[in-house]
Structure formats: C-alpha cells, structure tokens
C-alpha cells in the first residue's frame, strides 16, 4: 500500500542495457518531462561498472505530487542515472517483476480496484501489451513462476492473493485463483515463489502471518500449506529467500525474523529476531525492503523514519547488526543492487529521489554518495539486465 498519507501502524490500530539497444535515444518518442539528475560532482568511473545499463522506475500518479507512472532512466559510467523516458499507460506502478528471460515486465497499478500490466522489453524500446484486474484491490506485489507459466498478486487492501496465467507472447491471461486471508483485517504484502519452485509464499502484513501455498501448475490453483503465526503486531512486510533461510522483515515491530526453511516439507521454523535500527533510535519507524547480497553474505534493510539502511552480516546463526547508512532521502520505500552489487540505489518516496549507495563487496559497508535522481512519488527500481 502506498505510504505518503497515513502512517500503517495508525491506519491499522484506529532490466539489461542491450534488451533496449543500451542507450537513452532508443526511448526518443517517449516523454522526459520533470526527469532530472543531480549537477554534483561525480566520483570517478568504476572500471568494471557497464554504462547503459537500463533501469525500470515505478511511481504513484494519482499521489501528490503525482509521479509518472513507469519511466526509463539509464546508467552513465560513474553510476548517476540519467532520463530516458516514461512508458505511458501504466498508472500507480508500485511494484515490479520480471519474466524468466527478463523480455517482458509486469507492474502493479496500485488503485482501488486493482490491475496488473505486462510491458514488452524484447524490442528497441518497451512496449504496453495491456492490463488485467489483479483480482483484488491495492495490489502491492506482483512475481512470475520460475517456469513463466503464472503471475502471482497480492492485493494489499482486501487481502488476498491471485494467480494469472501467463501467455507465450507475454499477455496476462486468465485469472486462475483468488485466495483470500483469514482475519479480522487481512493485507496481503507480498507474494513470490521460493527458491525450489515447489511452493508459493504470501506474506501478511495485517494477519500478522506468513503463508505457505502448494501450486497446482495445471489448475493454477493455490492450497494452503502452513499458516505461521507471528506475535500480533509485529507487521511482517516482505522477506527475501537465500537456499534453507528466509529474512523477513516486520513493519511494524522494526525487526527481522530468520526463518528456517525445508523445501521438502513446505514448512517454516522461526528463530533469531534481530532490530534494523541503531540501538537507542527512538519515533516511528516502518521498515519496507529486505534483499540479500547474491554471495549471501550480506542483507540490507530499509528503515523508513530513520531513513537509513541497515546492513547485516549473514552467521552461522543468524545476522549480526553491522550498523545503518542514512539513504540521503525520506521514506526509503524500496531499494535494489545493481547488477555488479557495487552500488544500492533507494527509491526514497516522500523526497521523490532515488539516491544511490556505493557499496563494497567485500564488506558490505554502504556509504552515500552524491548522485540523485528527481522522480515524484517513487516507489520502486529494478534493472534490466
């Protein structure tokens, strides 16, 4: 759900550079209206740091001020991102995923009555291959199957979470399942696939629970595997798989839960809860994005309050607390790595800039850097490559 009107606890205790021929000229008949990037001095270019890489920015519309809905920026050598230009058609995209072959991109229209849209990302630029009601209302995630086969969406407003088939030519088909969740006030936050493909987890923000789905692949029917409890309160949003361990992150509680994960029994175990913020931080504070390095060694989190990210080293036992780095912007609604992991960059909402991180590999320390990119109301960044 979008956050620039109403603070959650509140509301509810009352893509890469060759798929688009590598360069912004590509997007010329599309607008760059209100896109700009920061004049600062830049740091010295990155030897082994692509130029031209394209990344996919999502932001809410309908918000104020409005954003611009799905826009192209691209990469120069120092690691600003630089317009390229906005894909019309495509309003309130709050989240972002990508095919198998990452060709096509599908993006949550967070609204009311709720639709998902399929962007064609195979040809010299992208193209809208149109949309599909979501099955729900306020859609906040949306994934693809590892086969390519189903979309899955969870519906943030009316909490449940749906299945649409996917079509070879990137279409959203039919919707083949609609799950709703148990409780009293059920949001569904997330929905995605773990790391086996045998099972469908959706994460509920306002059941305070996470659930695990079997998949008929036929059918595109979901079956409910395991429902876990976590405490009441606690508020979990989003959690990132790594092989037999999941983080996941509470918005509520300002913490993360490492859970253990069999893949053969479809079952989660809880253990460590650790905090994302510095000790003796005090105010509100709703964590939103939690990601893992891809050497699994690291995990970040994002504070929003704090306007940090918090860094943890992966143990033998669980995460060690490594510190937080201030992202430079407000409301750290969602965050990404690039492709090399040299750099983070934080799609920070209510300043409506994304800021990039650079990040050291082998550390893991973050630290900020100058480059700022100006996008209204953004909620979410990915790159295509």
């Not at 696939?193 to 595109?220: E, M, R, Y």
Request: proline fraction near 8%; charge should be negative; hydrophobic fraction near 35%.
């Amino acid at each position: 759900m979008r956050d620039n009107a109403m603070p959650r606890r509140r509301f509810l205790t009352a893509a890469g550079a060759m798929g688009l021929a590598g360069a912004a000229g590509v997007l010329a008949g599309t607008s760059t209206a209100g896109a700009t990037t920061s004049s600062a001095p830049r740091p010295a270019p990155a030897p082994h740091r692509a130029a031209g890489l394209v990344a996919l920015i999502g932001s809410y519309t309908s918000a104020s001020p409005a954003g611009r809905g799905l826009e192209v920026a691209v990469r120069t050598e120092t690691g600003a991102l630089e317009p390229s230009g906005v894909v019309e058609g495509v309003p309130d995209a709050s989240f972002v995923a990508w095919s198998p072959d990452h060709r096509h991109l599908y993006v949550t229209n967070e609204t009311a009555e709720g639709s998902i849209t399929a962007v064609d990302l195979s040809g010299d630029g992208p193209v809208v291959l149109g949309s599909r009601p979501s099955g729900g209302a306020g859609p906040t995630h949306v994934s693809v199957h590892p086969d390519g086969e189903y979309l899955l969406t969870a519906n943030y407003t009316d909490g449940t979470v749906a299945v649409h088939r996917r079509n070879p030519d990137g279409t959203i088909g039919e919707n083949t399942a609609v799950v709703q969740h148990p409780g009293a006030e059920p949001h569904a936050h997330q929905v995605l696939v773990d790391p086996s493909g045998l099972w469908v987890v959706a994460v509920d923000l306002g059941a305070d629970a996470v659930f695990v789905h079997a998949l008929d692949t036929t059918a595109g029917t979901l079956t409910q595997h395991q429902h876990l409890e976590l405490p009441a309160g606690t508020g979990p949003r989003h959690l990132a798989f790594h092989g037999d361990r999941a983080y996941l992150l509470a918005e509520l509680k300002s913490e993360i839960t490492v859970l253990a994960w069999d893949p053969d029994t479809g079952q989660f175990t809880p253990g460590q809860v650790i905090g994302t913020r510095e000790p003796g931080a005090d105010g509100e504070n709703f964590p939103a994005e939690v990601a893992v390095s891809r050497d699994a060694q690291y995990v970040y989190a994002s504070n929003r309050g704090d306007n940090t990210i918090a860094t943890f080293a992966v143990t033998d036992d669980g995460l060690e607390f490594r510190g937080t780095t201030p992202t430079g912007g407000d409301w750290p609604r969602h965050f990404a790595l690039d492709p090399e992991e040299t750099s983070v960059y934080v799609a920070n909402q209510r300043s409506g800039a994304i800021t990039r991180l650079a990040r050291d590999p082998g550390s893991g320390a973050l630290s900020p850097t100058e480059d700022v990119y100006e996008c209204p109301s953004v909620a979410v960044i990915t790159f295509h490559g």
